[in-house]
């Protein structure tokens, strides 16, 4: 029977995406492991690989469709031993409209239901000694799914082949049994709700600024990307579920940017180390040095993270992503800068791995290029603190009681204030200040 090709959901927070491409053309031959699509997800563009074997039969969503829910079908899919005809009264999501098809499917349903002694398998379906079992991919995905041995399922398909209708039977078959001896229970009443934008009152983008009385007409509303949509509903939710408070420091750059200098003229050629790279280490070994700092919340208890997985916030096109420098305590300077030429420029293409930007334990946030003198931001669950950059500039400061000029830097610490307090919190920028006020504590 047909097989349908749903939208993965690609990462945890995916709930829709865009089908940027089709890799495979309708009749083409597919084989597991082939691309069959590129997918734009809430955080990069990645490729789906085919899972099942069989000719593709028919497109459902065309290329550069958005919107497109996780789960939906999005391509059909048939076996080695199936023609067009399979798809008569075919309808997505599995059902067909005809009599004849409804009777093939109940067929193995009822057999199974009430079983009757069945007479020796023939060896076109059943393994004897080495001979292998006949099953299509998805058959044997979903017997392995449900703990089902193919062993002792009887095929349907040409030859004896065991088909998904077959799995289904023998689940269906479980079913009934279970049933048959289990209370029914209500089913649960969902109740229903209105759709709505993210952090938007109900109603929609339009009437809400129509009520607020801004004249129709009078602007453009341009829709919200994948990007956008996600960002916005994970900030919204820690800026109402955590419980933040900033800590805000100064910190004198002269003998980093200094460190940095000399560093450059040392490097091999191609590596070039920045004041960031810099900071990414620096707030790796404060987490070090504070590792009660290095933490998340759960509703069973505080994580203590045993790396320092630092993410820092960079801005693409159309939103914001945090790709993760991993275990950043242990690297030095010239790998953490390296590290992240390769990922801003991934991140910029949306060639990201969901592994290289979901998690991390840290975050860092750099505004100082921008000319941003001081800022705080919004926690980026799980993390328990996320640390703001402001720009260096020469300052006046007093040092053993004459006023000098120095090259400042205002940082400010959001934290999570069910796992970090305020001492926490400060013995942590403290150490973080001592690497960045004395950068050859950093090579130590």
Known sequence: MP???????????????????????EGETVSSGDVLAEIETDKAT????????????????PEGSEGVKVNAPIAILLEEDEDASALDGYVPGGATNTAPSTQAEAEPVAAAANPQPKEPTTPAAKSSGSERIKASPLAKRKAANAGLDLAQISGSGTNGRIVKADIEAALSAGASKAASTTPQSAAPVTPSVETRDVGMPLGGGADYLTRMGVEPGSYDLLPMNNIQRVVAKRLLDSHINVPDFPLVIDCELDALLAMRKELNAQVPEGIKISVNDMLIRASALALKHVPEANASY??????????ADVAVAVAIEGGLITPIVRQAQNKGLST?????????????????????????????????????????????????????????????????????????????????????????????????????????????
Not at 49 to 56: D, K, Y
Not at 299 to 307: E, L, R, V
Not at 389 to 412: D, Q
Request: charged residues 20%; contains cysteine.
């Open 336 to 444: 953490i800068s390296s590290e992240m030429d390769d990922l801003i420029i991934r991140a910029k293409e949306r060639k990201l791995k969901p592994q290289e930007y979901q998690g991390g334990t840290f975050s860092i946030s750099n505004l100082g290029m921008m000319g941003i003198r001081e800022f705080g931001s919004i926690i980026n669950e799980p993390h328990g603190m996320i640390l703001s950059v402001g720009a260096g500039a020469p300052r006046p400061v007093v040092k053993e009681g004459a006023l000098a000029v120095a090259t400042v830097m205002t940082v400010t610490l959001t934290c999570d204030h069910r796992v970090v307090d305020g001492a926490l919190g400060a013995k942590w920028l403290q150490h973080f200040k001592r690497y960045v006020e004395h950068p050859v504590t950093m090579m130590l």
């Open 298 to 307: 759960t509703p069973d208890g505080i994580a203590i993270h045993k790396n």
């Open 46 to 61: 990645m490729e789906v690989e085919a899972v099942e074997e069989g000719i593709l039969a028919k497109i459902l969503v």
């Open 3 to 25: 097989i349908e090709i749903l939208m993965p959901a690609l990462s945890p927070t995916m709930e829709e995406g865009t089908l940027s491409k089709w890799m495979i053309k």
